[in-house]
């Protein structure tokens, strides 16, 4: 923009500081920035899925270690991608967050717990010997479509306080990582992973992680890492460790709806026989 200086009548720009003129709204906060490495996390997940087991599988140069190494660093990374979601929501209620940070937070979410462990599905069903691939791709498609379907009405559906409609997406992911880590033969951990992304979008109820529950969801989350840590080194009793963490993860995810639906039922029958003592009063 040309100024008109009044006195002399020659024209000059004004300099513009461009940090001034940007709006607040598009100033990373820094629950921004723990969000973006939720997402960072949930990328480098996939690359270390596609170099450690994928491309050495494809070439003929697949070893054991190697590749339990590498798909033992991915599940690492989505869980680091948990952590980072999880403190991002604290940080966002404690300090606060830009106008971005919804929308950052659920494209993080679609990396990291769509896109990876659906990668990882479908990586599955390449390396895995009893395994098959087009069938794994719909399981990983429908991993991928629960995680965009659960992020879409959790942005426009308004539920009670305190709680998630549906398995939220990062419980969800690594339940279904556990599926496959748990080894079960190819049809059961087919029907498990579609059970898995079903719960992703159903209407039950999942507590939301915050006081106690927070820590015990960290101090599993840490557990979870040193399981895979174990296996991932061959360490004694590593994969007897593995199995059991991805045991307890699978229970867990389906003993809540278990609990969510005795808990409906329940409220319902207390509602009817209060309607008919009102009625009969």
């Known amino acids: 923009m040309t100024v008109i200086d009044p006195e002399t009548k020659a024209g000059w720009v004004p300099e513009v500081d461009e940090d001034d003129d940007m709006p607040l709204s598009t100033r990373l906060s820094i629950a921004d920035t723990l969000t973006l490495a939720n997402a960072t996390c949930g990328f480098l997940a996939v ?12 070439m003929g140069e697949s070893t054991g270690g190697i590749a339990r190494q590498s798909a033992a660093t991915a599940v690492i990374l989505m869980l680091l991608a948990s952590v980072f979601d ?18 950052l937070d659920n494209l993080s979410d679609l990396i990291s717990f769509g896109l990876a462990p659906a990668y990882f599905v479908l990586v599955y069903g390449m390396v895995a010997d009893d395994a098959h691939q087009r069938v794994s791709t719909v399981a990983a498609v429908a991993v991928m479509l629960a995680v965009v379907l659960r992020l879409a009405r959790f942005s426009c559906v308004t539920v009670r306080d305190g709680v998630f409609q549906g398995m939220p997406s990062p419980f969800g992911a ?3 990582i556990s599926v496959v880590l748990l080894e079960l033969p190819f049809v059961p951990t087919l029907l498990a992973i579609v059970g898995v992304a079903w719960l992703m979008v159903s209407r039950v109820e999942y507590p939301k992680p915050r006081g106690r529950l927070a820590v015990a969801t960290l101090v599993w989350i840490f557990i979870s890492m040193t399981c895979l840590g174990a296996w991932a080194f061959d360490a004694p009793n590593g994969q007897l460790l593995l199995q059991t963490g991805c045991a307890l993860q699978i229970v867990t995810a389906a003993t809540i709806p278990l609990f969510a639906t005795a808990r409906r039922v329940n409220t319902f029958r207390v509602g009817r026989r209060e309607a008919r003592a009102a009625a009969q009063g």
């Open 86 to 103: 999880l403190f991002d929501g604290l940080v966002a209620r404690k300090l606060r967050s830009s106008a971005m940070g919804a929308e």
């Open 174 to 176: 690594l339940t279904v």
């Open 47 to 58: 690359y270390f899925t596609t170099t450690g087991v994928l491309v050495p599988h494809l």
